[in-house]
């Protein structure tokens, strides 16, 4: 199927760089001059590879915490100082998107922003619980397993960009 829009952002950032590639770093002879370039060069490279995942690993993020959320107000049930994070995190297990209204990468990003304050609170809490909590070691257990995996999924974004494209700056 072809993009309605073409060329696509992706298209036109990738055209970019290769004239830099192609055109420009060539005729630069500064050593500060082709660090700059080749700074532009992978910065150019990650915003191709944000636009190409970015929504989906957005999108997953949301899923995975909203799957995760409702052991963490099981736990928070018995703690008696969490009634505003057990009520957000009910909240955000509970909010339905506005169909009306598209879901853009700033919106989605403000969504898991929110999400993953919630992530840190739980963490704060869970470090004051008694060690022999079992259901607190599990739930920290699996928000570090969340995290793992959130830094998995950001990895998968930002490492094609920069692993094996030079130095950096």
Request: a negative charge; aromatic letters at 6%.
């Amino acid at each position: 199927m072809t993009p309605i829009l073409t060329p696509t952002a992706t298209e036109v950032l990738r055209c970019v760089r290769e004239t830099m590639e192609s055109g420009i770093i060539p005729s630069l002879s500064g050593r500060t001059e082709r660090s700059n370039a080749a700074t532009i060069q992978h910065m150019l490279r990650f915003v191709e590879h944000r636009i190409d995942k970015e929504g989906q690993l957005l999108f997953d993020e949301i899923a995975y915490l909203r799957d995760l959320f409702p052991a963490a107000l099981d736990w928070l049930g018995s703690q008696s100082d969490a009634g505003g994070l057990k009520a957000a995190i009910g909240q955000a297990i509970d909010a339905t998107p506005d169909p009306t209204i598209y879901p853009s990468l700033a919106r989605l990003s403000e969504t898991v922003a929110a999400l993953r304050q919630h992530v840190c609170d739980l963490l704060l809490l869970l470090q004051a619980a008694p060690e022999n909590d079992g259901q607190a070691v599990d739930l920290h257990q699996r928000l570090r397993d969340y995290i793992v995996w959130q830094l998995e999924q950001e990895g998968s974004m930002v490492e094609p960009a920069f692993i094996g494209h030079g130095p950096r700056r």
